[in-house]
């Protein structure tokens, strides 16, 4: 059986509990809490304990602790899985969509992103999701555009006929078409 990794000896059990106060990642705390027991000569198994997790775990956390320090229990963002296009592909796709598609070669008039997915497959043999393309266009900055309705039978001589207009200019009333005001009950009101 190997011997246990030791920690580093820059910090002590009192400062790593400072730390742990300090920072506003819970994580972060309960494994700094965890390393606190292991300076103040507790076994591993209760850091263990302490951070609700087992030995390895620990042991990765001591790791990590003397690499980086504080900072190495953070938990960091996952990388994520391999792009599927580079930059040379990703450009091309970029002057495609600028360029707009050729009906006589390309079958459509506008661009879709399920047009897209062909396109890239017969140039590159890359298979993409539809929703990997639309990723990938918005990452290059590309907006998704569609364009206004409209009827069939719209006329567009007969638009204006049908659009509201303004209200006209409002006059003010005349002194004597004013209503008297009453009360709730039905009387005229007093005046003040």
């Known amino acids: ?18 730390l742990a106060r300090q920072t506003k990642d819970a994580n972060q705390a309960r494994r700094l809490l965890a390393l606190a027991a ?34 190495g229990l953070v938990n960091g963002k996952a990388p994520g899985g391999r792009a599927k296009l580079n930059a040379a592909q990703r450009q091309a796709l970029a002057k495609v969509v600028e360029s707009g598609p050729i009906p006589a070669i390309h079958g459509v008039v506008r ?16 298979s993409m999701d539809e929703t990997t393309v639309g990723r990938e266009l918005k990452a290059l900055g590309f907006a ?5 309705p409209r009827h069939y039978a719209q ?4 638009v204006d006929a049908f659009k509201k207009t303004s209200p006209p200019l ?10 008297a005001r009453t009360s709730n009950s039905g009387g005229p009101t007093k005046r003040a």
Request: aromatic content about 10%.
């Open 144 to 148: 998704k555009l569609s364009a206004r």
């Open 38 to 71: 292991i300076y103040d000569g507790g076994p591993r198994s209760d850091a263990a304990r302490i951070g609700s997790v087992t030995l390895q775990i620990v042991r990765d956390w001591v790791l990590r602790f003397n690499a980086r320090g504080p900072d």
């Open 155 to 158: 006329n567009e001589l007969e």
């Open 170 to 179: 409002w006059r003010k009333s005349e002194a004597g078409s004013r209503k």
């Open 1 to 18: 059986m190997g011997s246990a990794v030791l920690l580093r000896d820059d910090f002590d059990g009192a400062a790593l509990r400072q």
């Open 111 to 126: 661009w879709r992103r399920k047009d897209l997915v062909q396109w890239i497959f017969q140039e590159f043999r890359i």
